[in-house]
C-alpha cells in the first residue's frame, strides 16, 4: 500500500494512497534506473545539479542566469553545477565533462552552456531509458 504526503505550491499538503499500478511501477523503475545512471558518475551528485543538467538538456545555449531563473537555484549553485559537471571541477579534479561552455555571439560578457558529445550521448540514453527502449 502506497502512501504518501505531498506538499504543493499552490493546493498545500495532499495525500496519495492506494495500490501502484503497472504503469505506475515502470515509470517510478525508470526514474530509479536513471537516477542510479547519475549516482554511477558521481555518488554523491546533489539532486539540484541533476535538475540544472537536465535544464540545460531540454534547451542548450542559455546563460549561467538564465538557468539560474528557470530552476530557481542561486547563481552560485547553478555555476558550481557547470564547473563540476564541465571538463574541470571547482577543486581542480576532472569534471564529469558533460557540460561545455561557449562564448555567447549575443553578448560577448556571457557564455552559453550545451551539452558535450559526452553528454549528448549520455542524455540520449537517459531519454531512451524513460522511454523503456534499452541500448
Given at each position: 500500500?502506497?502512501?504518501?504526503?505531498?506538499?504543493?505550491?499552490?493546493?498545500?499538503?495532499?495525500?496519495?494512497?492506494?495500490?501502484?499500478?503497472?504503469?505506475?511501477?515502470?515509470?517510478?523503475?525508470?526514474?530509479?534506473?536513471?537516477?542510479?545512471?547519475?549516482?554511477?558518475?558521481?555518488?554523491?551528485?546533489?539532486?539540484?545539479?541533476?535538475?540544472?543538467?537536465?535544464?540545460?538538456?531540454?534547451?542548450?545555449?542559455?546563460?549561467?542566469?538564465?538557468?539560474?531563473?528557470?530552476?530557481?537555484?542561486?547563481?552560485?549553485?547553478?555555476?558550481?553545477?557547470?564547473?563540476?559537471?564541465?571538463?574541470?571541477?571547482?577543486?581542480?579534479?576532472?569534471?564529469?565533462?558533460?557540460?561545455?561552455?561557449?562564448?555567447?555571439?549575443?553578448?560577448?560578457r556571457e557564455y552559453e552552456t550545451h551539452l558535450s558529445a559526452k553528454g549528448k550521448s549520455f542524455f540520449k540514453s537517459i531519454a531512451k531509458r524513460m522511454l523503456g527502449v534499452r541500448g
Amino acid at each position: 500500500m502506497l502512501n504518501i504526503a505531498l506538499k504543493l505550491p499552490d493546493k498545500g499538503l495532499i495525500a496519495v494512497t492506494g495500490e501502484l499500478s503497472d504503469e505506475e511501477r515502470k515509470a517510478l523503475k525508470a526514474l530509479s534506473d536513471v537516477l542510479v545512471e547519475f549516482v554511477k558518475r558521481r555518488p554523491n551528485m546533489p539532486l539540484h545539479q541533476i535538475i540544472v543538467m537536465l535544464s540545460v538538456a531540454l534547451e542548450e545555449g542559455k546563460s549561467l542566469k538564465t538557468y539560474s531563473e528557470r530552476t530557481q537555484y542561486p547563481t552560485s549553485s547553478v555555476s558550481r553545477t557547470f564547473l563540476d559537471n564541465g571538463p574541470k571541477m571547482r577543486t581542480g579534479e576532472a569534471g564529469l565533462g558533460l557540460l561545455e561552455a561557449r562564448p555567447s555571439q549575443h553578448n560577448l560578457r556571457e557564455y552559453e552552456t550545451h551539452l558535450s558529445a559526452k553528454g549528448k550521448s549520455f542524455f540520449k540514453s537517459i531519454a531512451k531509458r524513460m522511454l523503456g527502449v534499452r541500448g
